[in-house]
């Protein structure tokens, strides 16, 4: 039975209490909006973009954005994808967002690598780490283009596990600086030319997201990215699934204790990090002479000269 009423249980929290379907998106809400107070993710008068990417958790965190703060006129919600050309997966996701935006008359900017950088990422996968080039890639678009929208912060559906794999690929790649930038909400004062990112769904594992989000209707069939097998993080995944399903409850100690020691990491990043300075090349913000956006262009680019 229900932990707080007497209905059927649709879902067992980590502390072993059962909830219904009502309580559980009752529990869901307040922990979002709790966040979002705690952490002051939100100002009186923010406008937001939320990147979205057609997935369970960027259309949730868009979902309750805009129906928390709908009836708020001086806070405005709008959604912003970056489609990197990946057929028979990003083309299905962007169908279902331009619904779903409709729907809920939710603004929606879609930006393609084909129109900013001249390729799809399936055509400059080949010999590379899809990932890799990817997650530059599709940074820079977000931030760049979040600036041109005039936004003043950039929402993403980062979960608590994400954060964990985060904060473990960091450890075990030695990056105390990127470490530093993790959290519900990023640095604003690393440079100017950054939009600061928000986390609402940060306290929030993966199975809670999947499960409020089929309660809810907002996606009704799970779709993957066909190269997220190959990446590093989805390994630390599996081995943190693993670890989570034998002792319960580590993806939260370990973002728990993150969490403890982040101020401490922001104010050694703030007297040693590195300066973040402009690109020689585009202009973006970045802590090298090239950003990596410019480094992963030049590199393809070169590529397709030699061919
Ligand atoms: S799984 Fe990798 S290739 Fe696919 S969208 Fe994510 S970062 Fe890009
Ligand atoms: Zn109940
Ligand atoms: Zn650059």
Known sequence: MCHACDKKPVYKLISGESLCKSCFLDYFEKKVRKTLRVYKLVDKEDSIAVAVSGGKDSLTVLDLLHSIYKENKKIKIQGLLIDEGIDGYRDQCLESTKKFCEERNISLTVVSYEEAF??????????????????????NLLNSHARKLGVKKLATGHNL???????????????????????????????????????????????????????????????????????????????????????????????????????????????????????????????????????????????????
């Open 118 to 139: 001249g390729f799809k990422l399936d055509n400059v996968v080949e010999g590379r780490k899809p990932c890799s080039v990817c997650g530059v890639l599709r940074r």
């Open 161 to 307: 596990d994400d954060e964990a794999q985060t904060i473990l690929m960091n450890q075990f790649r030695r990056n105390v600086e990127a470490s530093a930038r993790l959290g519900p909400i990023t640095a604003s004062e690393a440079h100017e030319g950054f939009v600061p990112r928000i986390k609402p769904l940060y306290f929030l594992s993966e199975k809670e997201i999947m499960t409020y989000a089929f309660l809810k209707g907002i996606v009704r069939e799970f779709n993957e990215c066909p190269y997220n097998k190959e990446s590093y993080r989805n390994q630390i995944r599996e081995m943190l699934n693993q670890f989570e399903e034998l002792y319960p409850g580590t993806k939260h100690s370990i973002v728990s204790s993150f969490l403890e020691i982040l101020p401490a990491l922001k104010v050694k990043e703030k007297k040693e990090g590195t300066v973040i300075q402009k690109c020689l090349q585009c202009g973006e913000p970045c802590s090298q002479e090239i950003c990596q956006t410019c480094v992963v262009l030049n590199e393809i680019k070169s590529s397709q000269h030699s061919l």
